[in-house]
C-alpha cells in the first residue's frame, strides 16, 4: 500500500482537476472541454500541483496529522498560487478561477488520506522487515539509529548479537532461536561473523528457511544508502564508476546537464537584480562569493555563489568549516540559504564543465589535504566531476566537521556505486523535495 500511495495521489490529482474542467465547461461555461486551449492548461495545472504535492514530500514524508495538514495545504495552494501568477504574467486567464481554487480546496483531504496510505505501509513494511545484526555493538547502535532516522526501506532491529554471541553448541542455535521468538525476516553479518564457521551454518539453515541473509555492506546500500565506514577502504575499488567505465553515461549526463544549467541561466539573469538590491539593503559587501574547490581529477576550479556571509576586513571570507546556523550568516544571507537562492550562480560553473548537475559537492583543497592523510581512499570521489547537487547533500545536509565529511563519503561511496541517469533523477527529485522542505543543504 505504500508504494501505491503515490501513483493513487496522483491519479486523485488528475481526477479532481480534470472532474472540475469538465464541470466548468459543461455546466458553467457551456463550451467545448477538449476544444479548447484550457485543457492543455488543465494537464499543465494538474502536473504542476503534483510537482508541488512531491516537493512538499507527499504522501510518505509527514507521519504527523499536523504535519500532514500543513504539507497537504501547503502543496495545494503553492500549485494554485504558481498558476495564478503564471497567468498574471501572461495576461491571460488560462484556467477558470473554478478550477484553480476548487482544486485547492479539495484535494488537501486527499493528500492526507494517501498520507494514511503511505504511513500505513510504512508501519506494516517495518513490521515485515524485522532484523537481526551480529556485529560489535557500536555497529549496530550505528545501524539502529540510521533505522530510526532516514532509511531507504524501513526495517525494524529487534534482536543483536556479538559473532561470539551468535556461536552456537550441540545443542543451541542461538541465531536460529532468535529468529523463531521474534519473527525475524532479515539476517545482517558483519565482516568478522562472516569468518566463524558455526554462525555461517546457522545463516544457511535460515537461508534455506526463508530468511534473506545481507552482509553488512549490502544491508547498509539496500536499507540505508550508503556503505559503512568500517568497509570505505576495502570496497574502494570493488565497483565500476559509471561516469569513470560507461562512456556512453558521462556523455548522456553532460547532454541533460547542459540544458537544465541553461535554464537555470536565465533564472540567474532574473534573480541577480532583486539580490543585488537585497544586499544593498541588508547584505553591503560583494555580491558574488568566490572559493577554490577540488573538482574532478583534483583540478582546482572557482566556485561561485551569492555571498551570504559577512566579509572579513580583507574582502575575504574565513574558511572554516560552515554550521549550519553560523553567525556569520548576515540575514539577508540566511534568507539567501533558505531559499537555495545562493547556490544559483552555480549553473555558471555547470555550463563551463567544472560542475555536474549531480555529484559529490567540491569541497576546499586544504580540506581535501587534510581529509587525504587522515582516508587514503578519500580522494576516490574525485574520480567523478562534481555536482551541484548530490546524494550526500539530499541524505545527510551540512558538512561542518570532519566527523561530518566522513559520514558524507559513506553516501558519496554509494552514489559512486549506483552512478547512472536513474539515480540522478532519483536525487534531483529529492532535491526538489528540499527546496521545499528547507532541508539538506551541503557545503
Not at 509527514?62 to 495576461?91: K, N, Y
Not at 529468529?179 to 539476517?187: D, I, P, R, S, Y
Not at 555529484?359 to 581512499?377: A, D, I, M, T
Request: net charge positive; aromatic share 10%.
Amino acid at each position: 500500500m505504500r508504494r501505491a500511495a503515490r501513483p493513487v495521489m496522483y491519479l486523485g490529482v488528475l481526477v479532481v482537476v480534470f472532474g472540475l474542467g469538465l464541470i466548468h465547461a459543461r455546466w458553467i461555461g457551456e463550451y467545448s472541454f477538449t476544444g479548447t486551449f484550457r485543457f492543455g492548461w488543465t494537464v499543465a495545472y494538474a502536473g504542476l500541483l503534483s510537482v508541488f504535492a512531491y516537493g512538499f514530500g507527499l504522501p510518505d514524508a509527514h507521519r504527523s496529522r499536523r504535519a500532514a495538514l500543513g504539507a497537504a495545504v501547503g502543496a495545494s495552494f503553492g500549485g494554485a498560487a504558481a498558476i495564478s501568477v503564471i497567468q498574471l504574467f501572461l495576461g491571460d486567464a488560462l484556467l477558470p478561477r473554478f478550477v484553480v481554487f476548487g482544486a485547492a480546496i479539495l484535494l488537501p483531504d486527499w493528500y492526507r488520506i494517501c498520507v494514511a496510505m503511505a504511513n500505513g505501509g510504512r508501519t506494516r513494511a517495518e513490521g515485515r522487515d524485522r532484523v537481526i545484526v551480529v556485529a560489535p555493538a557500536e555497529e549496530v547502535a550505528t545501524v539502529e539509529a540510521e533505522l530510526r532516522r532516514n532509511p531507504e526501506r524501513p526495517a525494524a532491529l529487534v534482536a543483536r548479537f556479538s559473532a561470539a554471541e551468535a556461536i552456537g553448541s550441540a545443542d543451541d542455535a542461538p541465531l536460529v532461536d532468535a529468529f523463531e521468538a521474534h519473527g525475524a525476516t532479515v539476517l545482517v553479518l558483519d565482516r568478522e561473523a562472516q569468518d566463524v564457521p558455526d554462525v555461517v551454518t546457522q545463516a544457511a539453515q535460515l537461508h534455506a528457511a526463508g530468511v534473506r541473509v545481507r552482509s553488512l555492506t549490502l544491508f547498509y546500500e539496500e536499507w540505508l544508502g550508503k556503505v559503512p565506514i568500517a568497509e570505505l577502504e576495502r570496497a574502494s575499488m570493488l565497483f565500476d564508476i559509471g561516469e569513470l567505465h560507461r562512456a556512453g553515461y558521462s556523455r548522456a549526463k553532460r547532454v541533460v546537464d547542459v540544458p537544465i544549467a541553461a535554464v537555470g541561466l536565465l533564472v540567474l539573469v532574473v534573480v541577480t537584480p532583486f539580490v543585488w538590491l537585497a544586499n544593498l539593503a541588508g547584505n553591503q559587501g560583494p555580491l558574488l562569493y568566490r572559493q577554490a574547490r577540488v573538482g574532478k581529477g583534483g583540478r582546482e576550479f572557482t566556485i561561485l555563489k551569492f555571498r551570504t556571509m559577512r566579509p572579513q576586513p580583507s574582502g575575504d571570507l574565513v574558511n572554516e568549516w560552515t554550521a549550519e546556523n553560523d553567525d556569520r550568516v548576515t540575514p539577508v544571507g540566511r534568507l539567501l540559504r533558505r531559499t537555495h537562492l545562493d547556490e544559483l550562480p552555480q549553473v555558471i560553473n555547470v555550463l563551463k564543465g567544472d560542475l555536474g548537475i549531480v555529484g559529490p559537492r567540491p569541497e576546499q583543497p586544504h580540506y581535501v589535504e587534510q581529509l587525504s592523510e587522515k582516508l587514503p581512499f578519500y580522494n576516490l570521489r574525485h574520480l567523478v566531476r562534481p555536482g551541484l547537487t548530490g546524494w550526500a547533500q539530499v541524505k545527510y545536509g551540512y558538512a561542518g566537521s570532519e566527523s561530518d565529511a566522513l559520514e558524507k563519503l559513506q553516501y558519496d561511496f554509494w552514489y559512486l556505486r549506483h552512478q547512472s541517469l536513474s539515480t540522478d533523477l532519483k536525487i534531483v527529485g529529492r532535491t526538489v523535495r528540499s527546496v521545499f522542505g528547507s532541508e539538506g543543504r551541503g557545503r
